[in-house]
């Protein structure tokens, strides 16, 4: 067994011994390979050991993964999301190259999201990324926003709201906790949250997590440098 085999096999378990532990369904938990500033060898690699759903930050970066790996066998089985910050300018070829989107933090993301998804491709998935801590730095909507933000996303016809999202701030474990509270006080509740990293995913899932975003503990060091 290699590394990458070893540790994809270990967060494995430790996501089935979370979920065990949470008295949840082994199943009810998404494993998202973060594959940012990784080449797209690891995503090859990773893919052949069975993993289909990678994350990507930077649209540039994806799209030049995307067309490398675009001959692979592998290449038409992966679930490609979206979890960087979203400039405006950058929301038609996130709309046309991914099939969800967790970053979603305004309103103008996801009305261009919607108006620019294109018609031959379902709609696309997204979680609304929630500011839990309020913090006046952070990407997100506030709690006091939400209710408004959820009525759009669900008006809008080509976008797929599916739950929320939160990066917490440091210091503050009971966050996951907080955002599945805020999830459980909407008019309805959404069917996915988005929360979980290398460091805290076991916290995330006891919290009620169903889809973890794990870059490091997989792949180890991120490798190529940051779009800027
Ligand atoms: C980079 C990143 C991750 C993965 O972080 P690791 O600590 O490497 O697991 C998850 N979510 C978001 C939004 C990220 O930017």
């Given amino acids: ?42 995503i090859e690699a990773l893919a052949a050991l069975g993993q289909r759903d990678f994350a990507e930050n930077y649209v540039q970066e994806a799209l030049v993964k995307q067309a490398q790996l675009a001959h692979t066998p592998r290449a038409a089985k992966i679930i490609w999301h979206f979890i960087g910050p979203i400039q405006s300018n950058k929301t038609r070829a996130i709309a046309a190259n991914f099939s969800w989107v967790h970053s979603v933090d305004r309103p103008k993301i996801a009305e261009r999201l919607s108006e620019q998804r294109p018609d031959n491709l379902p709609p696309l998935k997204i979680f609304i990324e929630v500011n839990v801590d309020d913090e006046s730095t952070k990407a997100g909507v506030s709690p006091a926003e939400l209710p408004a933000m959820v009525a759009l996303c669900q008006r809008l016809p080509r976008i797929e709201l599916v739950g929320l999202m939160v990066i917490p701030a440091r210091g503050s474990p009971d966050a996951f906790t907080r955002t599945a509270q805020l999830n459980a006080h909407l008019p309805s509740a959404l069917p ?34 940051a779009e800027s």
């Fill in 1 to 42: 067994m290699n590394a990458l085999e070893a540790r994809f096999s270990s967060i494995k378990s430790s996501i089935v011994a979370s979920t065990m532990a949470a008295k949840r369904l082994p199943d009810s938990v998404t494993l998202v390979a973060v594959s940012k500033q990784q080449p797209a060898l690891a």
């Fill in 192 to 225: 996915l949250l988005s929360m979980g990293m290398s460091d805290d995913f076991p916290a995330a899932i006891a919290a009620g997590s169903t889809h973890v975003r794990i870059g490091t503990a997989l792949f180890g060091a991120r490798q190529m440098k």
